[in-house]
């Protein structure tokens, strides 16, 4: 592959057309034009550090004089002078016609002063909830027929701290994905509205945002570009046409910290008749079309890519609030390495909803070689919208090591297909004569380290340190847009889930210990995960949950756990049963979150339980829910564990007849109960006839310390499961201590209650009840930094 890469040519070198290449062009290797001036470098970085005096001294002015004054058809040049090889530069803007070359051994270098690239004042270099603040390094607006050029480099210095702070331009992007807001920081290179542009054998390194974004230009050309990033530095796209044609990207290397390559197209029109071939990516998120495709994506080549360590391989993504149809793309002659997704067609991209629906037909995979295990997935939007993809020659290694996703789509398989066959809902498999021998194409001699680069000299920075986090957000800007999908690649001993705002119809199984999931919104109400699971239609009300805990040593914060079961279905005594949570791990804590339904809100397991009758015994599974919000009806709060709610809000919302608790404590040996400490009970507007709770098991426990009692408590407190039928109150252990407001029905409860005193209530508060022979105490430290 690396003779393929032609740096050195002195003759014209052509791209063929046809089958090749998509782009409409006669496309050649491109020259550098003659000089109208060189300018010569005047700062010396040793080690890549420039002194604090010359971190003023910038070269912007000199620079575009020089840019100004060229005639079209040359170029400026920046040139070291000995040893000191650094153009240090604010924003630069090209002219038609005229060509920046970075000549070998110099560096051109961005300021560290953001202020030099605000667009409003004080715009540039923060976190907000908007972004697009910075002026780009360097603007191609209208600028027909101009190149950036050269064997040096063009360094953005993502890594280095800014003036007068602490953070790095990488630290911002970090900040911004961990609080959920948006980073303003500047741009490599923004071509728009500029046909013919090229860039040739140029270096571009740490840019603190997109290296190159392309918009509405017909005819742009990347030959022998290098883009050398860390894998760690966010939102550092590759090389990003938008809406634009005739698109070569050509014997290119790329290693960064998002898309290698994202073909995207929105209002600007289309992005059409694009070549990417001979090319080799590293780290990144691979070859990718989209998320906006609203534009139509089509006719595009993907020929000779070798993909080696990145987390995509090829991807077309998208969703309904930005889709639009996707279609004659062609995949051929691949190699794909240690790659976490080598296929991914989805578009479920995010869980944002509209009408620009994402259609993907016509797309051609041809001598595609996997050779690592990997989730591959070609999904269909439904069943109108139907992905439609033709494979010949497809082959993975290790396939019994690998997922395949496959739903709504119309798959079309050659002689040659190899060993990938998707199936599942909505699939259909069809044959095409003729085609590929199925015979794996050769890859391993493809697989070549990222080259060295002698003549593009580095500024000194540093890498973004690995985020073990994994990030979950609904708009895509995460690295997962599915929570489930996150818990699925999480460690087995466990992770943080870090959730953006917006809402998730999923059902979440969480079965690794250790599993931490929070948004670092505070508003619980912003962060939905929810589904309509129900007892009559998923077989049981211990199968209808929207999240199920069952690993021990969980923790959630700030997240809504709903089942909208109710919102399209009546509320009927059998089936209606629609859980939110169900918990049976040990050590769970629950901060902050809001449980929403109606019967069976929550359900508390114990772990395990073994043997029968006098001589059953359960590991408690211990629960602790602080400051939380659980709403309901009927046996709302229900089931063997041993859970404690502290400063918890319990609210009864509308129904005939009300009850909190239906605790499941069935043998006097058991080790369960439920504590409320410092607990709010509230109700709906006319809600009344309210039970604190009634015996789901003969041994049911339940202790309420110093809660306040709303008057839609009924005085006598509490209820026998079916009067008349039943005789559990005669063996349960109710009690309360401390009870006030309009429903502490204070010497109106049922005689079967136990009211404590103080000293007694002492062994019921959260610390002492769930300590266990850990001693475990989840009421120090409740919150998580």
Known sequence: MVARLVVFALAPVFLSLGIAAQDSRQVSEPRAP???STLEAALTAKGGVLSEADERRTDTQRIQNSIDACAPGKAVVLQAHGKRSVFLSGPLTLKSGVTLVVSANTVLAGSRDPRLFDIAPGSCGIVSTKAHGCRPLISVTNATGSGIMGEGAIDGRGGASLLGQKATWWDLAHEAKVTDQAQSVPWMIVVRGSNDFKLYRITLRNSPGYHVS??????????????????????????????????????????????NVAVKSGKGGPASNISVVHNHFYAGHGMSIGSGTDGGVDHMVVDDLTIDGADNGLRIKSDRSRGGLVENIVYRNVCIRNTRNPILFTPMYTTFQGNLLPVYRKISLENVHVVTPGTFTFLGLDSDHKL?????????????????????????????????????????????????????????????????IRTAPEMAGTAPAEDKTLYVAADGTGDFYSIQRALDVAPATGALVLVAPGTYREVLTISKPHITLRSANKDASKTIIVNNRSAGTDGGTLHSATVNVTGDDFFAENITFQNDFNATHPQLPKGSQALALLVTGDRAVFNNVRLLGNQDTLFTGSKQCSGEGPDRSCTPGRQYFSNCYIEGNVDFIFGDGKTAFENCEIRSNS???????????????????YVFHQCRLTADPGVTNVFLGRPWRPYATVIYLDTEMGSHILPAGWREW???????????????????????????????????????AEKYLPHNFLRGSDGWNPTVNKLID
């Open 722 to 760: 079916h009067p008349g039928e039943t005789h559990s109150i005669e063996t349960v252990f109710y009690a309360e201590e401390g009870s006030t407001g309009p429903g502490a029905g204070l010497g109106e409860r049922d005689t079967h209650v136990h009211i404590l005193m103080p000293s007694e």
């Open 214 to 259: 392309v918009n509405q230009t017909d005819g742009f050309t990347a030959w022998g570009v290098k883009i050398l990033t860390p894998r760690t530095a966010r939102n550092t796209d590759g090389i990003d046409p938008g809406s634009s044609r005739n698109v070569t990207i050509t014997n290119c290397f790329i290693s960064t910290g998002d898309d």
């Open 34 to 36: 003659q000089a109208c």
């Open 388 to 452: 439609k993809v033709s494979m010949d020659n497809v082959s993975a290694d290790d396939i019994d090591k690998s997922e395949i996703i496959a739903g709504n789509a119309e798959i079309g398989i050659g002689p040659g297909m190899g060993n990938l066959a998707p199936n599942g809902s909505g699939v259909s498999i069809s044959r095409i004569p003729g085609g590929l021998p199925a015979t794996p194409i050769a890859c391993e001699a493809r697989f070549v380290p990222f080259p060295t």
């Open 655 to 673: 129904h005939s007849e009300g009850f909190i608790t239906a605790q499941g404590k069935s043998y006097q040996t058991e080790d369960s109960g």
